[in-house]
């Protein structure tokens, strides 16, 4: 989900060059619903993407002779932790969005904040492998409250009650973003004037 950086970075690139933000900005177009004109349409991107992986593990990978995929006892709580990552992907790609000033720099912070996390968080290299302090500061990465609240519903059976705290870690992380953006985009917006 946090690869979003790349394609949200180049429209707001794209529209700085074409100055349609500025225009966005004559027209009185707040922040907030500016955002939320890249929030909703990723926020929809972003659940047919988990969905069709949730897909593909119950229907496709049984055909290559792997046990399928089970859901668990949850549903909401996997909801909830969708959409909660969700949240934090586009919170983090907005933010990177507004603080760049072409995708090429975009690409590169992206990238590195991806691999970061996702070896930090645990994704990309389970914790469980990891010292003991490493498995610590993991707990600082949103890819691990999405990665453990994921873990919850599918391998350990639990619910709504588990997930809640790494759901709302993960939507509170968003919206910092999103307010860090927010500010960061405010002061372009001034410079640009």
């Given amino acids: 989900m946090f690869f979003v950086i790349i394609p949200m970075s180049t429209i707001f690139i794209g529209e700085n060059k074409q100055n349609t933000l500025i225009r966005m900005n004559t027209m009185n177009i ?7 004109g890249k929030i909703v349409p990723y926020m929809v991107i972003n659940q047919i993407q988990v969905w069709l992986m949730i897909a593909v593990g119950i229907f496709l990978v049984p055909l290559f002779g792997a ?13 909830m932790v969708s959409v909660g ?19 090429e720099q975009a690409t590169t912070i992206g990238g590195i904040i991806n691999i970061l996390m996702g070896i930090i968080g645990g994704v990309m290299v389970p914790k469980y492998v990891m010292p003991l302090s490493m498995q610590t500061f993991s707990h600082i990465s949103p890819m691990s409250w999405g990665l453990e609240g994921f873990l919850d519903i599918f391998l350990r059976g639990l619910g709504v009650e588990a997930v809640a705290i790494e759901s709302m870690a993960l939507v509170g992380f968003g919206i910092a973003m999103l307010l860090i953006a927010s500010i960061v985009f405010s002061y372009k917006m001034r410079r640009w004037m």
Wanted: aromatic share 2%; glycine share 8%; no cysteine.
């Fill in 85 to 103: 990552l969700s949240i934090a992907a586009i919170g983090t790609s907005i933010l990177i969005a507004v603080s760049v000033s072409s995708v």
């Fill in 67 to 79: 046990a399928p995929l089970t859901l668990g006892h949850s549903l909401t709580g996997l909801v």
């Fill in 30 to 36: 707040s922040i907030p619903l500016l955002f939320a």
